[in-house]
């Protein structure tokens, strides 16, 4: 299975900034890398330029977000029809911004991994527990109730998705979590995966995200069950990021 590195923009870069990035970012990476795959989301605003930027090119593109509706009435929201039509082949779902900042509950979440798998759009679904939850001695039961109830009703389609995580307080903060600290979570979930449906050996990454950078990505991809990474920050600059991606070329 590849590395899955993934780029989330977040709320950053106009139309002629995402031309900008790209034409650096291609140009760093040209060739294919055998074992790393490398997605860039932008806002929905700069997904049509870059959906023309990435012809042809080796980098997926994503997008950070998405309604469960095909279409209708639905204000200021994005369906995954309009998204297919972009080449859009990766979709963040329940990240902890959209859940702590915009109230989105788990069973909403899990209504747009079954529509993003509908249409043909691969979920990376963020999972991650507060500090005040890791303090408490309840990270895994939130990462359980979160990866169960985000992948609730795949069944044996639970290979159709990668699952995030990203510890709320390791997000922006410069505090990334411990490559000890990643493995535990992270073997937590393969093995729960596992228990769920053994499809999910036939595909489901785990990535990791929060305050990753081309300093501490060497330590943390050298985990076993750490697959690839979500970066914020650092990947809003396009040499950072490609620094990472080369990191996991070496692991
Ligand atoms: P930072 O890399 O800025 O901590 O953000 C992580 C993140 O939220 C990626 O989705």
């Known amino acids: 299975m590849s590395y899955l590195v993934a780029a989330n923009w ?4 106009t139309n002629a900034q995402t031309v900008e990035y790209l034409q650096i970012f ?4 040209r ?10 989301a932008p806002p929905f605003t700069s997904l049509s330029t870059a959906s023309i930027q990435l012809r042809d090119s080796l980098i997926k593109l994503g997008a950070q977000n998405m309604h469960f509706e095909e279409k209708g009435a639905f204000t200021g929201e994005i369906s ?10 990766y979709v963040i779902l329940g990240h902890s911004e959209r ?12 209504k747009k991994v079954l529509s993003a798998i509908k249409h043909g759009i691969r979920p990376i679904l963020c999972v991650g527990e507060t500090l005040e939850e890791r303090e408490l001695g309840k990270t895994l039961n939130v990462i359980e109730r979160q990866v169960r109830s985000g992948i609730a009703g795949l069944d044996k389609d639970v290979f ?13 903060t410069g505090i990334n979590a411990t490559p000890d600290q990643a493995q535990e979570v992270h073997q937590f979930i393969r093995e729960l995966l596992k ?3 053994k499809e999910s050996d036939n595909g489901c ?30 990947s809003i600059d396009p040499e950072r990021f490609y620094k990472i991606i080369t990191h996991c070329l070496e692991a």
């Open 10 to 13: 977040k709320m950053n870069k």
């Open 26 to 29: 291609k140009k760093l990476y």
């Open 31 to 40: 060739e294919p890398l055998p074992n790393v795959e490398v997605m860039v």
């Open 80 to 89: 995954p029809y309009m998204l297919k039509e972009l080449n859009v082949e």
């Open 99 to 110: 859940r702590h900042i915009f109230g989105e509950k788990d069973e909403v979440i899990n």
């Open 160 to 172: 159709l998705v990668d699952i995030a995580y990203e510890p709320v307080w390791a997000i922006g």
């Open 195 to 197: 228990s769920i449906s």
């Open 205 to 234: 990454r785990i990535l990791y995200g929060g305050s990753v950078n081309e300093n501490n990505a060497k330590e943390l991809i050298k985990e076993k069950d750490v697959e690839g990474f979500l970066v914020g920050t650092a």
